[in-house]
């Protein structure tokens, strides 16, 4: 027979949970991230102001360029070049705070605790931000360099070997 007074019953008891602590790895993973994407602010930032070489005066290469050897980029092309790189300067800036900001809705979402789940987690979005980062930056500066190859063959073909 079923006991007919229901506060009488002994509640289900649940295993304590461990209390969730961070991972001493984890944490310096998100740190060094932190740092990389500081870094990529300064680099996309310092890039991104060449767009005031776009819009503003620049020189025609084929006046640089004795007449005997004509320029290899013709102006235009060298300002589609700083152009391109503009923009990879500012999808890196927007890739990087849009990395920064699901790195702090993750932390928020986890109650600030950076565990080994929360750091596999973490791990695939920062990987994927990272790559994209490093792709657009290596661009940007291989479009500068073609863009200076334009000015100054010499200068920007060291610069073009560089990257």
Sequence with gaps: ?????????????????????????????????ETFISFIFSISIFGASAFAVVVGGMTDPSDLWPADNP????????????????LCFILSLAVAAYASSALTMMRQRA????????????????????AVL????????????LAMVALVWL????????C
């Design 1 to 33: 027979m079923a006991d007919p007074n229901p506060a009488t019953k002994t509640p289900l008891l649940r295993p304590p949970l461990e209390p969730r602590v961070s991972d001493a790895k984890v944490t310096q993973s998100v740190k060094a991230f």
């Design 71 to 86: 320029p290899t980029f013709t102006l235009r092309t060298a300002r589609t070049f700083i152009a391109i790189a503009w």
């Design 111 to 130: 109650g600030g605790v950076e565990d080994r789940e929360w750091g596999r987690r973490w791990e695939v979005i920062g990987l994927v931000a990272s």
């Design 134 to 145: 490093y792709l657009l930056l290596v661009a940007a500066f291989l479009f500068l360099s």
């Design 155 to 162: 200068k920007g073909f060291v610069l073009w070997n560089v």
